[in-house]
């Protein structure tokens, strides 16, 4: 069974910092893409960062760019996402997802984590 597992969330000031994990099972994800996806309270699930299969380029949405930092340990087969400087704007629940493209779009993914929550206090 293929499973992607988020940890790492939690609740945090503004300002400061967490790291989410996902971990992967089932079979190897070194040739996928991965990839981190947000949704916040009302809002439609959006794009946050993916990192290419060999992790030598990345990709981030304008909103955190500068912020968040995404990497991959394929030896480990899991991806993380380094968040700095958080604001209330931040809060939702990530994702972490694979797929075959580099791209910011939701459905070119195909695998996904059950989201872990992280919010963000003023």
């Known amino acids: 069974q293929v499973q992607l597992v988020e940890s790492g969330g939690g609740l945090v000031q503004a300002g400061g910092s967490l790291t989410l994990s996902c971990a992967a099972s089932g079979r190897t994800f070194t040739s996928y893409v991965r990839g981190w996806f947000r949704q916040a309270p009302g809002k439609e699930r959006e794009f946050a960062a993916n990192?290419?299969?060999?992790?030598?380029?990345?990709y981030y949405a304008d909103s955190v760019k500068g912020r968040f930092t995404i990497s991959r340990d394929n030896a480990k087969n899991t991806v993380y996402l380094q968040m700095n400087g958080l604001n209330p704007e931040d809060t939702a629940v990530y994702y972490c997802?694979?797929?075959?493209?580099?791209?910011?779009?939701?459905?070119?993914?195909?695998?996904w984590g059950q989201g872990t929550q992280v919010t963000v206090s003023s």
């Open positions: 997802t694979a797929g075959a493209k580099l791209v910011p779009t939701l459905d070119d993914y195909s695998y």
């Open positions: 990192i290419n299969r060999s992790g030598s380029f990345t």
